[in-house]
């Protein structure tokens, strides 16, 4: 069991599913609490593109154990910003080795190997709260920009909950685009989660409502909302989400328990900017990076977590609905610098 995820306290019927009209029938649905070393072993295999990348590059820089130079750290610099480790935070991890350059004393590349994996060890382990947060229900909201990936992980996180014994509620929030709507209620089936929806064009703030007081009704425990991530415009989409939020915690008080921010890891740095607008917003409590088997980038998960502070729940790893794994800092770690 990892550290962050809540023992459910006891077991229940998914009796909330069974009173929604449509009753959701999912392919094959999860019976048992996932395996920990599976999980594990599918982070480290979805993590292979950045390994492969920094091995060859890293590998080779420090391979030799030798005196540190000002080419050496040059070198290592450009490395870490070409897995996308922003330049800021290369610039906090160099810190230390630059400063005893500059004072003349020595410092060998095992040692300063090992100081950058345990700074980068620390700024990817924030401590994390229970996931799914301690509340009846608890409301998790998910943000991001479209085509991060938000639907899919929702029903990732859905799937994932469901097969540790939880009872999922998920409320179509994102009411901009008809095929959102359509797409949250097709992973539904798939799952087997209902979803709470109106008609396209709805006030999402509605739908929150109306979603939470249906999950306060039927005893369901996490209520997971799919919020849009285009609008009009970008002080329309703000505005929204923040209606959204004073929705919640007007049904249920401190809810959203969790506002996770969805950020596409191939997007490299456009993921900071991402980070600082929500932010502005909401208050974010966590992160989820999605697509990270089809990156050799996974330095971004450093940048971001050390940058906004925001502990990594889950990262994505696949279009499919297992297709997810919690975040490990230490074998996340291991892949960006062997
Ligand atoms: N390879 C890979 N693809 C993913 C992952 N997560 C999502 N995708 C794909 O990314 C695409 C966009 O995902 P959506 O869930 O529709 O993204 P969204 O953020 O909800 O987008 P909108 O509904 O347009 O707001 C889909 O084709 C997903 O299958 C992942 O972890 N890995």
Request: hydrophobic content about 45%; charged content about 25%.
């Amino acid at each position: 069991m990892l550290k962050w995820f809540r023992r459910k306290k006891e077991e229940k019927a998914p009796a909330a599913a069974q009173e929604l009209p449509s009753e959701p029938s999912p392919e094959a649905p999860p019976t048992e609490e996932p395996e920990e070393s599976g999980l594990w072993q599918k982070f480290r295999a979805g993590l292979s593109k950045t390994r492969e990348r920094l091995a060859d590059t890293l590998g080779e820089l420090f391979e030799i154990d030798r005196l540190v130079d000002q080419a050496f750290l040059e070198e290592l610099e450009e490395i870490l910003i070409t897995a996308d480790i922003g330049i800021e935070t290369v610039n906090r991890l160099l810190e230390p080795a630059r400063r005893k350059l500059a004072l003349g004393e020595p410092l060998r590349t095992g040692e300063l190997k090992r100081s950058l994996r345990e700074e980068i060890l620390r700024m990817v382990s924030l401590p994390a709260p229970p996931f799914p947060p301690e509340a009846s229900p608890a409301v998790i909201f998910f943000i991001g920009v479209n085509g991060v990936g938000k639907t899919t992980t929702l029903a990732k996180v859905a799937w994932h909950l469901r097969g540790r014994g939880f009872s999922v509620l998920a409320v179509a929030a994102d009411t901009f685009r008809a095929a959102a709507i359509e797409q949250l209620e097709t992973w539904g089936k798939r799952v087997g989660f209902p979803v709470v929806k109106q008609a396209p064009g709805a006030d999402p703030g509605a739908v929150v409502y109306q979603g939470l007081e249906a999950a306060k009704a039927r005893g369901v425990e996490v209520v997971l909302v799919d919020t849009a991530g285009r609008l009009h415009t970008k002080y329309n989409l703000m505005e929204e989400l923040k209606k959204m939020v004073r929705v919640a915690g007007k049904v249920i008080p401190e809810a959203p328990h969790e506002n996770i921010l969805v950020l596409d890891a191939t997007t490299g740095q456009n993921a900071v900017s991402q980070a600082r607008l929500f932010s502005e917003a909401v208050n974010l409590h966590s992160l989820i990076l999605t697509k990270m088997d089809g990156t050799a980038k996974g330095g971004i998960a450093v940048t971001v977590a050390h940058l906004f502070k925001l502990p990594i729940r889950f990262v994505g790893l696949g279009e499919k609905m297992e297709d997810l794994a919690p975040f490990e800092p230490q074998a996340f770690v291991d892949a960006l610098l062997p």
